[in-house]
């Protein structure tokens, strides 16, 4: 396959002016171009071309001007190089079998499309693309709409073949999709659905098709578009859905229309080999991009500053479709983990922003890509106080094929409201804007004694200063669901200022609990007394808390201490009660905020007794599971429980029980003795693997190596190169970090994921700062244009930062770098400034009563 593509391409349009401003990269070389009239009107000519590189605008200015309502054609040759950057049209290359393949494949999203072809290429401008595509003999091509013609033909003396495809829907450009690859490489399985008689279709590579492992992917997305169909009550509007798993891909997967792309890691799944956590994976995924095909694709937002009216809905209804397609497994609760918990972290900073940005605020690409993140994607499932889920419809049907903005949406719920005869306090406008128009979210304080509630602007770190006013001055309109003494309490209380009295919150001698399984966006506190009653609840009847709101208490007092609204060892008793707990959600709530204990203290004395205090509480637990599994001979039957045996197994093993650290030293040292004959089930491999390299040596990691290159499901493969991070060996470590240097022992897409994980380990976390710190240049350059993985690769190796030494540094890091800048990532370093200063601080106020507290559990 060639390393170039030729292209040409003609655009209509009416414009009055003398410049046209074309959005285009300036990787399209001996580019050509002439302007006509249709309907035989004379027209302009061009009198120049040149482009504006920083917001990457083609500006052809004519000799003349442009008549109103003529329309016009621009017509354009050129000819790009097929790079392997993962970005607009690009190489994807991958070895099987011991044999080079190549395939060419695309990413338009967010501002990619015009590196592949000059076009207008912003969401408002949507267009009716009619894409034929000449390609190799023996390739086969893809793009949004059904192929409709493939014949082979010869061009200037050249054998090709030549796919036309039903022209697009109106759409964005980013939505465009056309992938190339080998009839040889490339396989598919077909699913027509029933009454929709929609044509689905999995792509991936023919070994991964021939071994079953896009069959679940099939079988899941019929009853997901099914249900999608009946939710928003349209149907879907094409007549193929198409999903390709690629071997190098940076994005979780992207919601091209008609044409969907994932990472193999994503729709790729393997029962013998792949993890319950990976299956949930491929559902929630899958059901996050077909949900777009409505949200976002057939109604798009505007312009990029309100990324979260494409990306925050199909978040929330992602569960939903995956909890239709898998209802055994009750996804929806883990939005608390997965999204909320998550945005949580990012919003208390002084340095999140709101959920809509000024439009003229976000104008570079850089700008654009940086707008795709926790905020935007997890933050839009918990401000939505209004139980009014009609909306869809009309909102849909009413912005069909067109663009909206967040009032917009606010506009058809109101109707939905109004409609429905639901009671509401204030208009939805009203309701909604302070949740979307100011970054951050309140903790709400429960005083019991004499029912006053009051809230204020949460923050992480309560000396930080924040210097960006705000028209609602940091005050929500809050939904309070709540219960007492065990039970809930039916009407909704509004907390519509910054305090107020519930007498019915008055509790006496009976406990409160607000924000039942955390329906609002909030944290809560509460006065010492009903926390005493909270603590008596846990260690009497834990049942009688609903779980979600059990793993809320544990995550509310740990982010409350650090921000000095409570005492650390009020959060620390959180988890005394954990030996009694074999729920899932609680565990891993505790183990997330004690991670950052780890972060902190890991290198300092704390560490031992921390150690000594989670081995005696998960012991419990790690028994539980041996004697649920039968001796680990069999895996527990819910979904939650078998997460909560990993958890088990990886606390025990990490902590040092030593029952646990000789049963997988065992397990692997078997499969190495026969390496043919895995035995290790799927759910705890990365457990097993990372145990196995922590305590082992060279031996465990070169095995872990070779299986990793030889690994054909990219599950398991991605699983070994976690596991290959976790060693202690520092050589081996610093090995490992050079090979993300060479794509042919690291892929691309994987580098940043690998710096990411070394950085986690306690032995590799200073190795991964000064990799990164003396190939910043380097790595900013070759990875990708505009890359996410930037933004979550400053986060990784800043994590541990606790000290005055580790923040000059950074610092420094910033100051040497800024005239480069840092792309994508410029607002993770701004967060990773503000985290470390925190840290910091919390370090100096809280080691010592840590130090005491954990000591004073274990003697």
Same mark, same amino acid.
């Given at each position: ?468 006013d705000s028209p609602y001055k940091y005050e929500w309109p809050v939904p309070v669901r709540w219960m007492k003494a065990g039970e809930v309490q039916t009407d909704i209380w509004w907390l519509l200022e910054k305090e107020a009295v519930n007498p019915g919150m008055r509790s006496g001698a009976s406990w409160v609990l ?56 009020? +959060?620390?008793?959180?988890? /005394?009660? $954990? @030996?009694?707990?074999? *729920?899932?959600?609680?565990? =891993?709530?505790? !183990? ?124 398991? +493969?991605?699983?070994?190169? /976690?596991? $290959? @991070?976790?060693?202690? *060996?520092?050589?081996?470590? =610093?090995?490992? !970090? ?122």
């Amino acid at each position: 396959m060639s390393n170039r593509w030729n292209k040409e391409i003609p655009m209509f349009f009416n414009k009055h002016g003398v410049q046209l401003v074309v959005s285009g990269e300036d990787t399209h070389h001996h580019f050509t171009s002439n302007f006509s009239s249709l309907g035989g009107a004379s027209a302009p000519i061009i009198k120049s071309t040149w482009l504006q590189p920083k917001t990457q605008y083609l500006v052809i200015e004519l000799n003349g001007k442009l008549s109103q309502g003529q329309t016009y054609q621009l017509y354009a040759e050129f000819t790009g190089e097929l790079a392997d950057d993962l970005a607009g049209f690009y190489r994807s290359e991958y070895e099987e079998d011991g044999v080079r393949k190549i395939v060419a494949t695309s990413q338009m999203h967010p501002t990619h499309a015009r590196k592949t072809f000059p076009c207008f290429d912003e969401p408002a401008m949507k267009a009716v693309f009619h894409m034929t595509l000449i390609h190799p003999p023996g390739t086969v091509a893809l793009s949004n709409g059904m192929e409709t013609d493939v014949v082979d033909a010869t061009i200037d003396g050249v054998a090709v073949t030549q796919t036309k495809f039903e022209p697009s829907k109106k759409m964005s450009s980013y939505l465009l999709a056309i992938p190339v690859a080998s009839e040889n490489i490339c396989s598919y399985i077909i699913d027509r659905r029933g009454f929709f008689r929609v044509q689905i279709r999995i792509w991936a590579r023919r070994k991964a098709i021939e071994q079953g492992q896009g069959d679940y992917a099939l079988n899941v997305t019929g009853p997901v578009l099914d249900f999608f169909q009946s939710y928003y009550n349209i149907s879907y509007p094409l007549s193929k859905s198409d999903q390709i798993a690629l071997p190098d891909f940076y994005f979780g997967a992207m919601e091209n229309w008609g044409l969907v792309t994932y990472r193999e890691t994503n729709l790729l799944y393997d029962p013998a080999t792949s993890s319950n956590s990976n299956k949930e994976t491929t559902a929630t995924i899958i059901a996050h991009e077909l949900a777009h095909m409505w949200f976002g694709n057939l109604v798009t937002l505007r312009w990029w500053n309100e990324v979260w009216l494409n990306e925050g809905f199909a978040s929330y209804v992602a569960y939903l479709g995956a909890d239709y397609a898998e209802p055994t497994w009750n996804v929806k609760d883990l939005i608390v983990l997965d999204d909320v918990h998550r945005v949580f972290a990012v919003d208390a900073l002084t340095s999140s922003h709101p959920l809509t940005s000024k439009e003229d605020s976000i104008v570079l690409p850089e700008q654009i890509t940086e707008q795709f993140d926790t905020i935007s994607y997890s933050k839009v499932h918990r401000p939505r106080p209004l139980s009014v889920y009609t909306y869809p419809l009309s909102y849909l049907n009413h912005f069909a094929y067109s663009n909206t903005v967040g009032n917009d949406l606010w506009q058809h719920l109101q109707m939905a409201v109004t409609d429905n005869d639901v009671l509401l306090p204030r208009p939805v406008q009203d309701i909604m804007n302070p949740w979307v128009l100011q970054m951050g979210f309140p903790v709400v304080t429960v005083d019991t004694a004499s029912g006053k509630v009051s809230q204020q602007h949460f923050l992480l770190d309560p000396e930080s200063n924040v210097t960006v006013d705000s028209p609602y001055k940091y005050e929500w309109p809050v939904p309070v669901r709540w219960m007492k003494a065990g039970e809930v309490q039916t009407d909704i209380w509004w907390l519509l200022e910054k305090e107020a009295v519930n007498p019915g919150m008055r509790s006496g001698a009976s406990w409160v609990l607000a924000n039942i399984n955390v329906t609002g966006f909030y944290r809560v506190n509460y006065d010492l007394g009903n926390w005493e009653r909270l603590f008596t609840q846990l260690s009497t009847d834990h049942q009688v808390i609903p779980v979600i709101n059990r793993a809320q208490l544990v995550d509310d007092a740990f982010n409350l201490a650090r921000a000095q609204l409570v005492s650390t060892t009020l +959060a620390l008793r959180t988890t /005394s009660y $954990l @030996s009694l707990e074999m *729920d899932f959600m609680p565990w =891993q709530s505790a !183990l997330d905020n004690l991670n950052y204990y780890y972060l902190m203290l890991d290198r300092t004395e704390v560490y031992q007794p921390m150690q000594d205090y989670l081995k005696k509480q998960v012991t419990p637990l790690f028994m539980h599971f041996k004697n649920l599994t039968s001796d680990w001979t069999h895996v527990p039957e819910g979904h939650t429980d078998q997460y909560n045996q990993v958890n088990a197994v990886r606390t025990a093993c990490r902590t040092g029980l030593t029952e646990c650290q000789n049963l997988t030293s065992t397990w692997f040292r078997q499969w190495m003795e026969n390496p043919q004959h895995n035995t290790i089930h799927p759910n705890l491999r990365s457990v097993v693997y990372c145990s196995a390299m922590a305590a082992g040596g060279e031996a465990e990691w070169e095995f872990g190596w070779i299986q990793f290159k030889e690994a054909s499901l990219a599950s398991e +493969a991605s699983k070994l190169m /976690s596991a $290959l @991070s976790c060693t202690s *060996d520092t050589q081996l470590l =610093q090995r490992y !970090l050079s090979f993300t240097l060479n794509s042919t022992l690291i892929r691309k897409q994987d580098a940043t994921s690998v710096i990411t994980s070394v950085a986690a380990n306690r032995a590799g976390q200073s190795l991964a700062w000064s990799f990164v710190r003396d190939r910043w240049e380097y790595m900013f350059t070759q990875y990708g244009v505009g890359s996410f993985s930037f933004a979550s690769m400053i986060t990784g190796v800043t994590a541990r930062f606790s000290t005055s030494d580790e923040l000059q540094q950074l610092e420094e890091f910033v100051e040497q770098n800024g005239a480069a800048g840092f792309g994508s990532a410029s607002l993770a370093v701004d967060q990773a400034l503000e985290r470390t200063r925190a840290n910091i601080k919390w370090l100096q106020q809280n080691q010592q009563e840590v130090l005491d507290w954990f000591s004073s559990q274990t003697h």
